[in-house]
C-alpha cells in the first residue's frame, strides 16, 4: 500500500519554511487602567495602574532581551477604552496578548486574608464564583467608555469563542505563564481560571490577564512597590511567554519528514 504523498504545495511550503530565518515573534503587553481609571488601591496608596504599567515595561524589557518585539497598548499613564485595547491589539496582528492586572478584595477580613496569583483566559462563563468577581471588577472600565459591552454578551463571546482558532492556546499560554509566576511570586497560588473579560474577547491571539497579586494585601502589596519583586515577576511571565513561543514554533514548523527520503 504506498505512503501518503505530500502535495507539491506542502512540499515546497515546508522548503521555504525551513530555509527562511524564524520571524521575530510579537507579543502585546496591556497595562490594566490608566489616567482616571485607576483600579485598586493598597492600603498605602499604591495603584494597580501605576504598577501594572511598570511591570509592563518590565516584562516588555525582559522579552526584547530574548529577541520578541514587544508593544504595549499604552505607554504612559493614560485612560484607554478596553475596546480600542483590543483593537490596538488586533491591528498589531501578535503571537501573544498579556493584559496585567492586580486583584483586591472588598472587605476588610478579605484585605488582610487574600494574596497570590491568578491567570485567567477567556471563557463565556466564569470557572467559579471569584472568577466571576474578578472579571466583573475587570470588566467595569468598559462602563461608559465609547464602545459600551454588546447587549447580548453571552452570545458575542460564544461567537467569539467559536471563532477563535486561538482558545486553547490561550489556555496553553495561561498554564505556562502561571507555572512559573507562582513558584517567583512566593504567593499563594489561585490557579488558572475562566471568565468573560471583555478585553480578551475580541482579541484574536492567544490572550491572558494575569492578575499578579492582591494589591489590597499589606504585605503583598509591600512586595508590589518594591522594584526587585516587580522584575521577577515579570521574568516569570517573561519565561511563561517564551515557552509558548517556544513550543508553538515547534508545533507550527514541521519538518518535511516524509518527503525528506527519496522512494
Ligand atoms: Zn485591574
Redesign the pocket.
Known amino acids: 500500500m504506498p505512503g501518503r504523498m505530500p502535495s507539491a504545495l506542502a512540499f515546497c511550503t515546508a522548503l521555504l519554511l525551513a530555509a527562511a530565518p524564524a520571524p521575530r515573534p510579537r507579543v502585546v503587553v496591556d497595562p ?2 490608566g489616567g482616571a481609571q485607576e ?2 488601591i493598597s492600603p498605602d496608596g499604591l495603584l ?2 501605576t504598577v ?1 504599567l511598570d511591570v509592563a515595561r518590565r516584562l516588555k524589557a525582559a522579552l526584547e532581551h530574548e529577541g520578541v518585539e514587544v508593544l504595549l497598548t499604552r505607554e504612559q499613564d493614560v485612560l484607554l477604552a478596553l475596546a480600542d485595547r483590543v483593537t490596538f491589539a488586533n491591528q498589531a496582528r501578535p503571537d501573544v496578548f498579556v493584559s ?5 478584595m472588598p472587605t476588610r477580613r478579605l484585605r488582610a486574608k487574600l494574596e497570590g496569583v491568578q491567570t485567567f483566559f477567556l471563557s463565556a462563563s466564569a470557572s467559579g464564583e471569584d472568577a466571576r468577581r474578578v472579571a466583573e ?2 470588566n467595569a ?1 468598559s462602563a461608559g467608555a465609547a464602545a459600551p459591552l454588546p447587549s447580548d454578551t453571552l452570545a458575542f463571546i460564544l461567537a467569539d469563542l467559536r471563532r477563535s482558532e486561538a482558545h486553547a492556546d490561550s489556555a496553553r499560554l495561561a498554564y505556562a505563564v502561571h507555572s512559573r509566576l507562582v513558584p517567583a511570586s512566593g504567593g499563594s497560588d489561585h490557579g488558572v481560571q475562566q471568565a468573560p473579560f471583555y478585553v480578551l474577547t475580541g482579541v484574536d491571539a492567544p490572550a491572558v490577564l494575569v ?1 499578579f497579586g492582591f494589591i489590597s494585601h499589606p504585605e503583598e502589596s509591600r512586595k508590589l512597590a518594591r522594584p526587585e519583586y516587580r522584575d521577577r515577576v515579570a521574568q516569570a511571565i517573561a519565561d511563561g511567554v517564551r515557552a509558548f513561543l517556544a513550543q508553538t514554533a515547534v508545533r507550527d514548523r514541521r519538518p518535511p519528514v516524509a518527503s525528506s527520503t527519496p522512494p
Open positions: 490594566g487602567h483600579g485598586a494597580e495602574k501594572s496585567l492586572h492586580l486583584n483586591s471588577t475587570e472600565d492578575e
